[in-house]
Every structure is written in C-alpha cells, then in structure tokens.
C-alpha cells in the first residue's frame, strides 16, 4: 500500500477504507484493483518482496494482510502463530473476487481462527485479535 501511494495520490481512504471500492478520480478502476495488479507485478520480480519487508524485531507483530503460501510459508519456519479472520459475505465487497490474492490461503491450517459471530465490526475484530494475542 505505501508503494501504491507513492505512485498514485491515494488517501488513506483509498487503501485502507471505504473508497478501495471506488472508481478512482477519472480513471475507470479501483484502488483494489491498482493494489492487486501492482501486487502482480512486484511478485513477477521477487514473489517475497512483501514478506521481506516485514519487520519481525518486536515480540509480537500483527500482519493483517497475508495472503500467499510463500508468505505463510515464511512466518511458520519463524514460528509465527496465524490467524484467519474470517468475515461475513455481506460485508465482503471482495466476494466476487476470485484473485489469488483473495483465494490462496483458503484450505491452509492457522493456530487460530476469529469465525464471521466476532468480526461483526472493528471494535469486535480488534477484542477477538487482542483475546488470542493475550493468550500468546
């Protein structure tokens, strides 16, 4: 996402609220479909770009955006405890999606789960990921 801002003038509506849906300015795609195509690109050069830039110095770190096997793959041999965040289909302005992006990470194992019942808003998100982060 930092990437993308430093190539378009996305707000940080764009990337990370509302707007990612919307048509951007006088162009006929949305910031998400800039992020996943930019993504595309980034991997085609080095499919670890995103994952290498993680910084995994503290003792926890919350990475809410996994999204490929290299990338689960790269945190389980760091001993990473994963969580899938799963939402409800009405809140999910991605569910056409079929991107890889999207999809990839569907049948893989994580230590924990947050089922659609504690992700009905952020404030429950963020209680569900502060209950299992206590917990570590």
Known sequence: ???????????????????????????????????????KFVRYFDEDYCIKKVDLSESK???D???YKNEYAFLAN????????YRY???NPYKECN???????????????ILEQR???K????KSVDRIMGNI
């Open 1 to 39: 996402k930092t990437l993308s801002k430093q190539v378009f003038p996305f707000s940080a509506e764009h990337l990370y609220g509302e707007m990612k849906e919307d048509k951007f300015n006088e162009y006929d795609w949305t910031p998400r479909d800039f992020m996943v195509l930019f993504g």
């Open 61 to 63: 770190v919350v990475i």
């Open 65 to 67: 955006d996994l999204r």
């Open 78 to 85: 760091k001993d990473a405890v994963t969580i899938r965040i």
């Open 89 to 91: 289909k009405s809140h």
């Open 99 to 113: 991107d890889s992006s999207e999809t990839e990470l569907d049948n893989e194992k994580f230590d924990h789960e």
């Open 119 to 121: 992700n009905s808003n």
């Open 123 to 126: 404030k429950e998100l963020h």
